[in-house]
């Protein structure tokens, strides 16, 4: 909470990835939430808009711990564990410094999910991971 405006907070980099551009699931809900007459064009939703429609979806959201895992050609991922929605505050404030704690040197992905709908994804390469080679086991 921002002690100035009394607004609720999170991070800027999680705030950009669920109403960014390249993840539209949140943008596309603030959209076609507005009512419009048949025939309409459907307004781009205001960046007001947006935030509130975040913040009704994001504190309903699961997250998945993926391991990215090379084998050969083939790039296939490992659940390494999941977050139901509110507990997984630490990680969202340090991801970098957590993921390196709980889950050692690796490139992982985070999934963010609300309900079966998969909302937005990032990769983080953990503790200096520089390729699949470094991988611990």
């Not at 009512?35 to 960046?47: K, L, Q, S, Y």
């Not at 699961?62 to 929605?85: D, H």
């Not at 709980?102 to 991971?129: D, Q, R």
Request: net charge negative; charged share 30%.
């Amino acid at each position: 909470m921002d002690p100035n405006t009394g607004e609720r907070e999170v991070p800027k980099w999680l705030y950009k990835l669920f109403t960014g551009h390249a993840y539209p699931y949140v943008r596309r809900q603030a959209k076609f939430a507005k009512d419009v007459r048949p025939g309409e064009e459907r307004p781009e939703p205001t960046a007001d808009e947006i935030k509130a429609k975040f913040w009704e979806i994001f504190p309903q959201c699961r997250l998945k711990v993926l391991q990215e895992v090379k084998t050969g050609m083939i790039v296939s991922f490992v659940e390494l564990g999941e977050y139901e929605p509110g507990t997984y505050q630490e990680l969202i404030d340090n991801p970098e410094e957590f993921l390196a704690k709980h889950y050692g040197k690796k490139k992982i992905k985070l999934n963010f999910y609300l309900g079966e709908n998969s909302v937005c994804t990032i990769n983080f390469k953990v503790a200096g991971w520089a390729s699949h080679d470094d991988d611990e086991h």
